[in-house]
């Protein structure tokens, strides 16, 4: 495993690399879910790259941007463990020279949901992403549904502009309780643990509703709501029933949903989403 | 040569064409101009990509789409007596389907000039550049110095957005009267086309103080204008002396600078542009 920092020596290492190319784009603080997609990688692709890189533009100033957590030496350990071809680590500079000026924007799909509660957070994930497809130069790119909105951006955005390449999107990886796996878990307080597991809960009221045959998208969205206010330690942003593609809010009867949600556990800001129906994220 | 209208046959067709390639991007109706970047990329890759396509993101409601020339005949023919291996022709909706909702745009170099007059000008080059990089994944792409900020505009996105490719900027091919060559040439009358040679004489007269010694910026634009003034049926929109990376005004003494103009004859916008001292377009 070939662990770089300069875009000259990735580009060096990548052109050597047998195709298919798996890319795992990621911030770090490596976990269950963030293997899981390194695994898939390996699974399909002849090669596979992981990039570690915490994306300063994905952060609104009043975000946790410092706080973020890092462990560049456990993250390496992990990925030593698997079928990894190289990493790339670049100092933010590498990534954001002086003079950049440069974004790539989605538009519609990128407004509700997280995009309404951080405003300039996608346009820092699509323009980074775009540089990770540029340096790595992958066949296929391999993402999380636990950020489904993402999941649908980047769909979006590389079938927008052509990339030669496929974006594949992974279940979410649970702890045994539900919760969604999260670099962001680590905030939590033992009691913040035990209650965060509610999003989960919600999601899965949800979904059970659903196949017990509830079509009524505010009934879904009620469902999700009594069972959050129930935890007194979550306060909850949004909570939402979508079209899986369009992201947009849905009334009335649906076929198929994104069931989606943000929730703060004392200061800690938790997604979680749910899809029921056949339509795929972004699809 | 092969001639392709969907993405899907045009990537066939590249996939099997000896690299390196080099694509020419167009919006068709070419002139000597265009043939120079197609012979440049000729003699530098094994195969040479050229695309047609009047691209609608890029003119303003107020401006000449419809009229734009058009020659689909005349082009395949001046391009099939050239070594052009592919040639991408996409209907409109094969490159803007229903649903299209992603751009690329750069920020500081956008905003002078071309950027000033034409406010989504240029996020709308940056966006089909980005698409037809995607598309022919070519090593070298070429355009013309006579579009002078759309090249520094395409080196600032290459740059920044990782692109693997390089951006090869070519000298302006002119009429022999000085006229730079441009599709709309075709616009002028017989009384407006004689009048347009004032550009290259604005030009050459400032790039003549330079050589003279004149360094002063404001010398310099001075000698553009009352060059311009003096043709009655030219209307100046703006005269610029500027930093050939920045594209930033300058004032007092430059060792290098791009001198540049946008001039009304009759009803057609021309543009031109001439470069003093060493600095290269967006170098």
């Known amino acids: 495993m070939k662990v770089v920092e300069t875009l000259g020596d990735?580009?060096?290492?990548?052109?050597?690399?047998?195709?298919?190319?798996?890319?795992?784009?990621?911030m770090g603080a490596l976990h269950e879910g963030h293997l899981s997609l390194v695994r898939a990688a390996a699974e399909r692709c002849h090669s596979v790259g992981v990039s570690l890189f915490v994306n300063p533009a994905q952060f609104a100033p009043t975000e946790d941007?410092?706080?973020?957590?890092?462990?560049?030496?456990?993250?390496?350990?992990?990925?030593?463990?698997?079928a990894v071809d190289v990493v790339w680590t670049p100092p933010s500079d590498e990534v954001y020279p002086p003079g950049f000026q440069t974004w790539v924007e989605?538009?519609?799909v990128t407004r509700p949901l997280e995009g309404a509660q951080r405003p300039e957070h996608f346009r820092g994930v699509t323009t980074v992403v775009t540089k990770l497809f540029h340096a790595f130069e992958p066949q296929f790119a391999y993402f999380g549904q636990k950020d489904a909105q993402q999941c649908v951006v980047?769909?979006?955005?590389?079938?927008d502009l052509n990339f030669p390449l496929e974006v594949v999107v992974r279940p979410t990886v649970r702890e045994p309780d539900g919760l969604a796996m999260s670099s962001r878990n680590k905030y939590l307080s033992p009691a913040e643990r035990?209650?965060?597991?509610?999003?989960?809960?919600?999601?899965t009221r949800a979904a059970e509703a659903y196949q017990d045959g509830q079509r009524q998208a505010q009934a879904l969205r009620q469902r999700m709501v009594e069972t959050l206010a129930a935890e007194p330690l979550a306060e909850?942003?949004?909570?939402?029933?979508?079209?899986?593609?369009?992201?947009?809010?849905?009334?009335?009867?649906v076929e198929s949903a994104?069931?989606?949600m943000a929730v703060k556990v004392g200061k800690t800001r938790l997604i979680d989403n749910w899809l029921v129906g056949d339509r795929p994220l972004g699809g």
Chains 1, 2 share one sequence.
Not at 194 to 203: F, Q
């Open 258 to 260: 994104l069931l989606s």
């Open 154 to 159: 980047i769909r979006r955005m590389a079938a």
């Open 236 to 253: 909850t942003q949004y909570v939402s029933v979508a079209n899986p593609a369009s992201l947009e809010e849905l009334d009335g009867p």
């Open 194 to 203: 035990r209650a965060a597991s509610v999003l989960y809960r919600a999601l």
């Open 65 to 82: 941007l410092a706080a973020y957590p890092r462990d560049l030496d456990g993250d390496l350990a992990k990925l030593a463990a698997e």
């Open 106 to 108: 989605v538009e519609h």
């Open 10 to 26: 990735l580009r060096a290492v990548c052109g050597q690399l047998p195709r298919p190319l798996g890319l795992v784009p990621t």
